[in-house]
């Protein structure tokens, strides 16, 4: 079986650049470079979509990219909190059953773990309460 291969951020800005020189398509850079036309097209379709973000990937990350990526992740993160909290408004004053049957309607939405960090519950107790319930 072939190892998959992995290109540089470079290497698909080349290829995109070469593929829009006049009398070049894309066929043709895709046969030179030895890549897929169809993986080709893609690289084409993302550096269209952002320019400025195409290519981003998970690899060799400047610490700008790293950082960005870590705060986009806690900002999800807050909003899903905010959300959570929105929703089970009251429900901190309710007895434990009330919220255990807020993260039975809510386990689609989010993981019952998560639920019971943000409302402060031992994950422990809502297991035992879904045992006898």
């Given at each position: 079986?072939?190892?998959?291969?992995?290109?540089?951020?470079?290497?698909?800005?080349?290829?995109?650049?070469?593929?829009?020189q006049?009398?070049?398509?894309?066929?043709?850079?895709?046969?030179?470079?030895?890549?897929?036309?169809?993986?080709?097209?893609?690289?084409?379709?993302?550096?269209?979509?952002?320019?400025?973000?195409?290519?981003?990937?998970?690899?060799?990350?400047?610490?700008?990219?790293?950082?960005?990526?870590?705060?986009?992740?806690?900002?999800?993160?807050?909003?899903?909190?905010?959300?959570?909290l929105?929703?089970?408004?009251?429900?901190?004053?309710?007895?434990?059953?009330?919220?255990?049957?807020?993260?039975?309607?809510?386990?689609?939405?989010?993981?019952?773990?998560?639920?019971?960090?943000?409302?402060?519950?031992?994950?422990?107790e809502?297991?035992?309460?879904?045992?006898?319930?």
């Open positions: 079986m072939r190892e998959r291969r992995k290109f540089t951020r470079e290497f698909k800005r080349e290829a995109v650049r070469l593929s829009r006049p009398g070049r398509g894309i066929g043709e850079v895709a046969k030179s470079l030895d890549v897929g036309e169809c993986l080709r097209r893609r690289w084409q379709d993302e550096f269209a979509a952002d320019v400025g973000s195409a290519f981003a990937g998970t690899g060799k990350q400047t610490g700008l990219e790293a950082e960005n990526r870590k705060l986009r992740a806690e900002v999800d993160r807050l909003r899903m909190e905010r959300e959570i929105k929703k089970s408004d009251g429900l901190l004053r309710e007895g434990a059953a009330m919220k255990y049957s807020f993260f039975e309607d809510h386990r689609a939405t989010w993981s019952i773990t998560f639920e019971c960090e943000v409302l402060a519950v031992s994950r422990s809502y297991d035992a309460w879904r045992r006898i319930r």
